[in-house]
Nanobody
Framework: QVQFVESGGGLVQPGGSLRLSCAASGIVLRIYTVGWYRQAPGKQRELVAVITDGGMPNYADSVKGRFTISRDNAKNTVSLQMNSLKPEDTAVYYC?????????WGQGTQVTVSS
């Protein structure tokens, strides 16, 4: 059974940084393209960043230059370094396979950017 566990969220002031981590069980992440997604209150889930099995990243325009996605194949994790955070980055952040997500999603990790 595939399970994702996201961690690292929290409350941060505008301009601050957070590092999110995605751990997976039941699958070997390194063979998949993995995405970080986020869902803000009242909005649909959106893709924020992806990293291919070869390590190539791609980002939504809204986070380009501020977020960095990376993977640690030895630890079976994918991370998202978020810098220069803005209030509009406030959301619950999830990870999953991209583009065809697994049916099971983790609980996500809440990121709140507020002064």
């Amino acid at each position: 059974q595939v399970q994702f566990v996201e961690s690292g969220g929290g409350l941060v002031q505008p301009g601050g940084s957070l590092r999110l981590s995605c751990a997976a069980s039941g699958i070997v992440l390194r063979i998949y393209t993995v995405g970080w997604y986020r869902q803000a209150p009242g909005k649909q889930r959106e893709l924020v960043a992806v990293i291919t099995d070869g390590g190539m990243p791609n980002y939504a325009d809204s986070v380009k230059g501020r977020f960095t996605i990376s993977r640690d194949n030895a630890k079976n994790t994918v991370s998202l370094q978020m810098n220069s955070l803005k209030p509009e980055d406030t959301a619950v952040y999830y990870c999953n396979r991209y583009p065809r997500s697994f049916a099971s999603w983790g609980q996500g990790t809440q990121v709140t950017v507020s002064s």
